[in-house]
């Protein structure tokens, strides 16, 4: 133990690393602080970058960027009430009004101490749910991982806030994406046209950067430029902040164990983590009315929630290969390119990778502190800078990062394709995070449920017979259909309270 | 572009029963019961049945209104958007393939220097701040990506120094 922990820490201790980190942090504040530039959209583009560092260093990077693209997605939310990120979008409107009752430094420190603190409550959870569950994981079978995929694939149609069905469909698509290629059960070119370039099947990255980045480009070829930011000065900002943490000590740690919670199950991440954990504020709170008039409490809360969940969220990729949320998808990407497949060995056999990969969710959140105060203060000439100047710099990262990860122009056109897919789903209400999961996880779903099948020769039930794999079916299926509950209790519900109004 | 949803149910409809139709004639595994083909055949008719269930509306009442920041009437009304005003969202990916053409004849630079220009005169930037930016961003992430990275960008025309 106290040697895999030197180990890590000799791993981590290098000159490569701590430039990385820092340079992805910066990196991760900036655009994270962009409206409009989702964190999962600076992954994304960092991915081409990691290719050429060693594997801690891009780890590294990921964590970094990823940490602190979540916060620096309040700062925007709180000056402009844009939120930076989905993540922020929660709570934009309460941080906007703290602004404008001029608390706007209350507003933003909370927002980077309590980030802090539960991205770190995250990592501990990493730390003390990891091990465990690997050791339940050795026995899983091809059953249990179709399950587990699956119940992933429909935790992530269940949060999309948008139609059921749609989000159903979107990851369907997915899905079928991922059907492209030679790479299943028979070997044989599947959906490929005839095309050469797609024998090797579309890969998740190119994917992930049109449906986020491109995407997002055209976009804003459409919508009007947000407004600028007013230039204003800024008391301390981290004042105020260990009153704030006395009195709301709850309220930050039930936000770290929503986080944490919604982090480990597959599919579901950061933006989720917000909604519910500010929703479950304002509906335990002792002042709800206070609630959207520039209240901190919510802010604490959910604040504490979506930092904590970027660290859980590695817990499925780790074990499983399973993504927490988009962010881990990107993140698993990288961790196979390094020759870290993640799977339950991982913890015994690169332990002092695990362990690195812990300090340096632990260093990032601490680096946070005094980075993100840095950002708070210059974030009134960074958000100034137009839209026309960073979109056209963001196309240039789209087309040479699609081009540096297979050194092929395929990647360019599978860049610009799902950025068109992209941009339409979302105009119609096809959530695209489903059907991002669904390309990164088709091939394993699929080998999965092929192998399965075979093994059961055909038959359904063995998918039921083994205990954890009953576990997991019924909550798959329960997902399923939770949306076909939630519409026939909304159906019952009106003639219930209308059958009780008449009899009174 | 706001499509109504019988249209894009439809057009799942017809995708998911084309995609299971194609999984179905490949050609299966010798000796075993389960091949490439159930997947796609699995995938196809979930989606077909999806398409269907959204052709007829179910699951509407789930969608939330889209959270836009309301612009105030007087911006709104300022720019009436022409007919082809639509049209400027395929200007990125346009801009792409224009890259994949044209980047090994023209080289980066000058590629890149002409989707920088393209973007951001698209987004409304005045010449004073779009030919700098031109000249200045595809050198700049040469810089990171040939020379740092060693992606071997094409040359083309226009070779860097280093």
């Avoid at chain 1, 989702?38 to 594997?55: D, E, G, I």
């Avoid at chain 1, 994981?137 to 059953?143: E, V």
Wanted: with cysteine; net charge neutral; charged share 10%.
């Amino acid at each position: 133990m106290l040697n895999t922990l030197i180990q890590a820490l000799q791993l981590i201790s290098t000159w490569e690393v701590v430039v990385a980190m820092l340079a992805a942090s910066v990196y991760g504040l900036v655009i994270g602080s962009l409206p409009g530039l989702s964190a999962t959209m600076a992954t994304a583009l960092l991915v081409p970058v990691t290719f050429y560092l060693s594997p801690i260093a891009a780890i590294a990077t990921i964590v970094a960027a990823s940490s602190m693209a979540i916060f620096s997605g309040d700062i925007p939310g709180a000056l402009l009430r844009i939120p930076g990120t989905p993540a922020s979008a929660a709570y934009a409107d309460e941080a906007y009004a703290m602004t404008l009752k001029g608390e706007a430094e209350l507003a933003l420190g909370a927002g980077v101490w309590f980030s802090a603190v539960g991205g770190i409550a995250g990592v501990v959870s990493l730390m003390a749910l990891a091990p465990p569950l690997a050791e339940i994981a050795l026995s899983f079978s091809t059953f249990e991982y179709f399950w587990l995929a699956l119940l992933g694939l429909m935790c992530a149609t269940l949060v999309a806030r948008s139609s059921p069905v749609k989000a159903i469909a979107g990851m369907f698509i997915g899905l079928l994406v991922s059907c492209i290629g030679i790479e299943n059960p028979g070997g044989v070119p599947r959906f490929t046209f005839g095309l050469t370039d797609l024998l090797g099947g579309i890969e998740p990255i190119p994917a992930l950067v049109g449906v986020f980045a491109v995407a997002q480009v055209m976009r804003a070829m459409l919508t009007p430029e947000p407004p600028p930011i007013p230039r204003r000065k800024f008391g301390s900002i981290m004042a105020g902040q260990w009153t704030l943490t006395k009195k709301y000590h709850w309220q930050m740690t039930r936000g770290n164990i929503i986080g944490i919670i919604i982090g480990v199950l597959p599919g579901a991440g950061a933006d989720m983590a917000a909604w519910v954990s500010y929703a479950m504020s304002k509906r335990f709170s002792k002042e709800p009315e206070k609630f959207g008039t520039g209240h901190v409490e919510g802010l604490v809360e959910a604040g504490a929630s979506n930092n904590a969940s970027i660290a859980s969220g590695w817990v499925p990729s780790l074990l499983f290969g399973i993504p927490g949320d988009t962010i881990a998808a990107i993140a698993i990407g990288v961790l196979y390119m390094k020759g870290l497949n993640p799977g339950p060995t991982l913890f015994t056999e690169k332990a002092s990778s695990m362990y690195a990969i812990y300090l340096m969710f632990i260093i990032a959140n601490i680096l946070m502190i005094p980075l993100g105060i840095a950002m708070i203060r210059i974030a009134a000439y960074v958000l100034r800078a137009p839209r026309s100047t960073v979109m056209p710099v963001i196309m240039l990262c789209c087309a040479v990062g699609s081009f540096a990860i297979g050194n092929n122009m395929f990647g360019v056109v599978t860049v610009a394709a799902f950025g068109v897919i992209g941009y339409v789903m979302e105009a119609n209400g096809y959530p695209v995070a489903a059907m991002v999961l669904g390309i990164v996880m088709g091939t394993m779903v699929e080998q999965a449920f092929v192998t399965s099948l075979i093994k059961s020769d055909g038959s359904i039930l063995p998918f039921f017979e083994r205990p954890v794999a009953a576990i997991l079916a019924a909550m798959a299926i329960g997902a399923l259909l939770w949306p076909v509950m939630v519409w026939i209790w909304r159906k019952v519900r009106p003639a219930q309270t209308a059958s009780t109004a008449t009899a009174r | 572009m706001r499509l109504p949803d019988s249209v894009t149910g439809s057009f799942l409809v017809v995708l998911g029963a084309a995609a299971a139709y194609g999984g179905w004639r490949l050609p299966p595994v010798p000796g075993q019961p389960v091949g490439p083909n159930v997947f796609p055949l699995v995938i196809g008719t979930g989606l077909a049945l999806c398409g269907l269930a959204i052709v007829f509306g179910i699951g509407h009442s789930f969608e939330e209104e889209e959270e836009l920041i309301p612009v105030e009437e007087g911006q709104a009304r300022a720019e009436p958007p022409g007919r082809f005003y639509g049209l400027r969202a395929l200007l990125p990916p346009a801009l792409l393939l224009f890259y994949v053409i044209a980047a090994d004849r023209l080289g980066f630079i000058i590629t890149a220097a002409l989707m920088v220009l393209a973007t951001s005169t698209a987004l409304g930037a005045k010449w004073k701040l779009a030919l700098p930016l031109a000249a200045l961003a595809p050198i700049g992430i040469h810089l990171i990506f040939a020379k740092l990275l060693r992606v071997p960008l094409p040359v083309g025309l226009l070779p860097m120094p280093w």
